[in-house]
């Protein structure tokens, strides 16, 4: 049995396809909280964890500016809030989903909370280490490995970005022309 298909691609099997759509569905929650992230002045990334039932366990935007803290970053903020959640730094079975290619601070970090599945949205063509700059995953030396899909809602993750940064350099220029 497949999904239906009215694109002329390959059809998915139900599965894959139900797997695509609550992917996309928690890279949505992400999302979110990469809106409250640029509410706060904070560069628009977003993360969501959620355990191997599928529950959401924790979810976090960047806070570094915010709070003066370069390891702030969403993953990390999601990856503190569900191990306090959990009483353990390791979540074996977790998936963390995040709107950008996570950096090789937090991929690390993931990897050491033992995570089974980093998702991705838009890529990081100058700090991502999920295969655009790096690609920690494919250590095979390391004593943990995590899976990664990027890609997810990749095209409205990278618009997110990217409006926030429009904006940004919008007021800019009007604060430079009114100086």
Avoid: W
């Amino acid at each position: 049995m497949s999904a239906e298909n009215t694109s002329g691609a390959a059809a998915l099997p139900d599965a894959v396809a139900a797997a695509s759509l609550t992917d996309a569905a928690r890279m949505r929650r992400a999302m979110a909280q990469a809106a409250e992230a640029a509410a706060r002045g904070e560069v628009p990334v977003g993360a969501l964890i959620v355990d191997a039932e599928g529950n959401e366990i924790a979810v976090g935007g960047n806070r570094v500016i915010g709070d003066s803290d370069p390891s702030a970053h969403a993953e990390i903020v999601a990856l503190r809030r569900a191990a306090a959640n959990a009483g353990n730094y390791r979540l074996p079975g977790a998936t963390l989903y995040v709107t950008l290619e996570p950096c090789a601070m937090c991929m690390g970090a993931m990897m050491h909370a033992r995570l089974a599945r980093v998702v991705f949205g838009a890529t990081d063509p100058k700090t991502g280490a999920c295969g655009s700059v790096l690609d920690l995953s494919a250590y095979k030396v390391l004593n943990h490995h995590t899976a990664v899909q990027g890609g997810v809602l990749a095209q409205e993750c990278g618009e997110q970005l990217r409006a926030f940064f429009r904006e940004r350099r919008l007021l800019k220029k009007t604060q430079q022309e009114q100086e």
